[in-house]
């Protein structure tokens, strides 16, 4: 079995901790080469080449693009740094992955989705989110059930530990950055969503701890296409203690269904558990794998195209916060009339 060769741009903190560890055994096995990696930092560039075994190494990504012929390419860079990574990959028939959030500009995910879509290649976001197995339990439940609202809380905790993440001009804000995988996710349950709706509280300069500059807290409704409505609370102010919480609560006729990653409780009672760690990282690689080896899209589950939404989700939110609550159409914010 030939191995699929991947390229990386971008060998940060999601990259290394995450990506190239969930592919090792793929490594390992023959399956996957790691053909090439790219940073702008040639120190990082150079440690990370030697800790994974990539066979060689670029400053430019066009360089590497151009030179190296891969089968696929992860593109791990913060969002406001996408320029033409895309298209020039779409161009030459690579399959792309893409951590999310794929760009802070609506305009620009619309420009790469017409190119990934022209070119007909595989693509997928990283919404890792989507391949726990307790996410596939409920997902087996919903059908049985008469589902009328969802509820999400993001209660985030802990300081900054990178620059980027920590401004909103950087990042998008915690809504975009960090809570668009619960939106996604709420989106693999649910459906798409047809509208948003939002009011944020805004941080004042000397709030909490530099450099952050996000929002304090995001209440953001959604109404899906389904009829069905969404209600999520994030903050982002519990920076100085070890308290956090994560939930998300599906209400039925009759049915309230909580999900956790290793958990899924339905009217109090524990339905579904495990005691195994789930390495959704690893599941969502093995499944880029097969879908670039056999050229069947069906085998993901978040190509750039089905992404799209997700994106809109979060983007239009920011904008409707910024317009008072505005109500957004994301029908009409994708396609730029908003």
Known sequence: MKPIRLGFIGLGHITTRSHLPALAPLVEAGEVTLQAFCDINDETLKTQAATFGARAIYTDHHEMLDKEDLDAVYLCIPPTLHTDEILIAADKGFAIFVEKPQTLDMAQA????????????????????????????????????????ALVQRLYSGSPIRYWTSRFELCGGSFVENT???????????????????????????????????????????????????????????????????????????????????????????????????????????????????????????????SMNSLAAVLGANASAARGGELIQLEDFTAGRI
């Open 180 to 306: 668009i995988h619960t939106v996604d996710l709420l989106r693999y349950f649910l459906g798409d969503i047809e509208a948003v709706s939002a009011f944020y509280v805004d941080r004042k300069p000397g709030e909490g701890p530099e450099p952050m500059n996000l929002p304090h807290v995001y209440n953001v409704n959604y109404r899906f296409t389904s009829g069905v409505t969404a209600n999520a609370s994030v903050s982002r102010v519990l920076t100085n203690v070890s308290v956090s919480r994560q939930q998300i609560m599906l209400v039925s006729d009759d049915s309230l269904i909580e999900w956790s990653g290793q958990k899924v409780v339905e009217n109090g009672e524990t339905v579904w558990e495990t005691a195994e760690s789930h390495n959704a990282f690893a599941l969502q690689a093995q499944a880029f794998v097969k879908a670039v080896r056999s050229g069947d899209a069906s085998i993901m589950r978040s190509s750039y195209a089905n």
């Open 110 to 149: 619309v420009q790469f989705d017409t190119a990934i879509q022209k070119a007909g290649i595989v693509s997928q976001v990283g919404f890792m989110s989507r391949y726990y197995p307790s996410a596939e339990e409920v997902c087996g439940r919903l059908p049985e059930r008469t589902l009328r609202h």
